[in-house]
């Protein structure tokens, strides 16, 4: 019986510190608007948006010298001025990266990317992202 109920404290703990590998980074995100073309990953080809135009541009600390190019984020907005966050996540895709300095946030949201998770259409937000 001791040795059953050590071993289901182990595996809990166990649980419990394996958990941290599970929580996402957290960051800023802006949004930008068009004209999306050419980026950085796939220049002027139109199928490298995916559906709902819920795709980023990503900053010095993500692009990972191109290897972030088709990379998927699941975002979710935690903070802001005027508390903007709408409930839920996205899911994006990273198509760009963000050359324009200095880069107002870790990630630049396309503007459908940026209203699907924000009640304002402009401004700073701060989010939680895990790839």
Excluded: H
Excluded at 83 to 106: A, E, N, Q
């Amino acid at each position: 019986m001791e040795i059953g109920i050590i071993v289901s404290l182990f595996l809990l703990l166990l649980g419990f510190s394996n958990n941290k590998c599970c929580l996402g980074e957290i960051g800023t995100a802006s949004s930008y608007g068009p004209p999306y073309t050419p980026t950085r990953c796939n220049g002027n080809q139109g199928d490298q948006f995916p559906l709902g135009n819920l795709f980023v541009s990503v900053s010095e600390g993500l692009w990972d010298n191109g290897a972030a190019c088709g990379r998927r984020y699941r975002l979710k907005c935690l903070s802001g001025n005027n508390k903007p966050c709408k409930g839920g996540t996205i899911d994006v895709k990273v198509v760009d990266f963000y050359s324009k300095r200095p880069c107002p946030s870790t990630i630049v949201l396309s503007n459908d990317a940026f209203s699907a998770i924000s009640k304002t259409q402009r401004g700073k937000i701060n989010v939680e992202y895990i790839e």
